[in-house]
């Protein structure tokens, strides 16, 4: 006869265990995985709608009231609403409103972690709490349009997308000139795309959409790297064995490249958000005016908004996007 073989008990115990063990290890970071793709595809969706909606609008400045008294404080403030009930509803499907100080009924974190993951900062309610740099240098400057410190009103979508409106009804129409970005900011769109839940961190489930210009508008979805580029560096250079700005994202990943004068602009309005240190004041574009050693190209400068025109050979920061 022959003799019957099989598994024990024991053995067939620790077999589940090391399979218990080997899916408490990978199934996580499959999960996160599976997460960011998701998003990934969610945020361009968005992206997307949003561009096509606000491509339909004839103008958009001047919607809803904004009022200072002499000391600068708002005294009438409908401007965020207004501009999401009688304009942008009109031209894309919202589910819900939530006015100012209502934010959080639209779904909405209280708190936010920043791209770096190192700072938890509040939900920005107004726009000097989105970036207070936003209001520096436009009075008195001389320049077409300026910045009113609106509070933000919010919307949940269809999709289940919560997203805080930054509206400025002051802003202006694209210039080829140096100028301000801040008052070609129209509206900044903070989303969070699963509401308050988790893990509520920008280039996760948390980013940023703008639009700029009153006229002929450009919606830019910029998505940034987590960390400049070591150190300053030239837009462009031909010496040989010194990096420049194009090269610099590709040392730091494939799949990284610079952001276009718009896209930078967008980075300087949601600047706290992105953790980006204040002592830091010029970043390169990739957006050239002319070639060569001696051309010219647009930086930002995100102390105080003025993007301008520098030397393509000086040295300036460099902070990439993912692709």
Not at 76 to 81: G, K, L, N, S, V
Not at 229 to 237: C, D, F, N, R
Request: aromatic share 8%; charged share 20%.
């Amino acid at each position: 006869m022959k003799k019957k073989t099989g598994f024990t008990l024991a053995e067939i115990l620790i077999t589940l265990a090391i399979i218990g063990i080997v899916a408490a290890i990978t199934l996580p970071s499959l999960l996160v995985n599976v997460n960011e793709k998701a998003w990934e595809a969610q945020k361009k969706a968005l992206h997307a709608r949003l561009a096509q909606a606000i491509g339909q609008m004839n103008s958009l400045g001047g919607y809803g009231t904004y009022t200072e008294d002499a000391e600068g404080n708002a005294t009438a403030d409908t401007a965020a609403e207004s501009f999401i009930l009688d304009a942008l509803s009109k031209v894309y499907k919202i589910n819900n409103v939530c006015g100012p100080d209502k934010l959080s009924s639209c779904g909405l974190p209280s708190k936010i972690t920043t791209l770096d993951a190192v700072s938890e900062i509040t939900f920005p309610t107004k726009m000097s709490e989105l970036n207070s740099n936003l209001l520096n240098g436009l009075h008195n400057a001389g320049e077409d349009g300026d910045i009113a410190d609106t509070k933000a009103a919010a919307f949940e979508t269809v999709n289940g997308e919560s997203i805080a409106v930054f509206y400025n009804p002051l802003c202006s129409s694209d210039t080829t000139a140096d100028h301000y970005a801040q008052n070609k900011m129209c509206v900044n769109f903070v989303y969070d795309l699963n509401g308050s839940e988790g893990p509520n961190q920008v280039g996760k489930d948390v980013g940023f959409i703008t639009a700029f210009y009153n006229k002929n508008p450009v919606v830019v979805a910029p998505v940034p790297y987590s960390t400049d580029y070591a150190s300053p560096v030239p837009q462009y250079t031909e010496a040989e064995g010194t990096v420049d700005a194009p090269t610099a994202c590709k040392t730091m990943g494939e799949d990284l490249r610079l952001p276009d004068r718009d896209e930078l602009a967008s980075l300087f309005v949601n600047a706290p958000l992105i953790n980006l240190g204040e002592n830091i004041s010029y970043y390169w574009s990739g957006s050239v005016i002319s070639l060569g050693t001696s051309g010219i190209a647009w930086r930002q400068r995100f102390t105080y908004g003025l993007r301008a025109r520098d030397a393509r050979s000086l040295t300036r920061y460099v902070r990439c996007l993912r692709r």
